[in-house]
């Protein structure tokens, strides 16, 4: 069986902005959305670069480049969609994924079980493969200031 693994990683900058907060396709309310070209779901992106690498398909600037203007404010739930899309025509298909969401706040626990509900509907696993952990900084750095919110990422992938 051909298995690969890749890691995904995203940063977005909190602020004021008058967005809404999109962290695995759901709203969280909280006073600060993210500064993004797209909707800014930081945990979307560093899924989408954890499937790119593991199956060694680039990255998402390079799918998905923050300066053009067809992706000004999209959904990063179609982003992930014609990620899979892509995935799908290599021969591969997603075998588990496991991210940690790094924040001070807002806090993400009792969000995780609808996150991963959306996950699984969006990428067409069982909620069982799909792992989220929430994280904070205990006040260090921008994330640790509330200035930033980081994702780690994790996919395993297998040839089909």
């Known amino acids: 069986m051909d298995l690969r693994i890749g890691q995904g990683y995203d940063i977005h900058k909190l602020e004021k902005n008058g967005k809404r907060l999109i962290i695995g396709n759901c709203h969280i309310p ?3 959305g993210l500064k993004a070209h797209s ?6 992106h560093a899924i989408i670069d ?7 398909l680039g990255d998402i600037g390079t799918l998905f480049p923050d300066n053009d203007p ?16 892509i995935l799908r025509d290599n021969s591969f298909e997603i075998v588990n994924l496991d991210s940690t969401i790094i ?9 995780i079980p609808e996150i991963k509900e959306k996950l699984s509907s969006l990428i067409g ?3 069982e493969k799909i792992s989220i952990k929430a994280k904070t900084k205990e006040k260090l750095d921008s994330v640790g200031r509330e200035k ?3 994702v780690f990422s994790v996919c395993l992938i297998k040839k089909i």
């Open 30 to 32: 909280f006073e600060k």
């Open 39 to 44: 909707d800014g779901d930081v945990l979307i």
């Open 50 to 56: 954890a499937i790119l690498g593991a199956a060694n």
């Open 70 to 85: 067809k992706y000004k404010d999209i959904d990063s739930g179609a982003l992930l969609k014609e990620t899979l899309g």
């Open 103 to 111: 924040c001070e706040r807002p806090k993400m626990k009792e969000y």
């Open 125 to 127: 696993i069982e909620v």
């Open 148 to 150: 930033a919110i980081e």
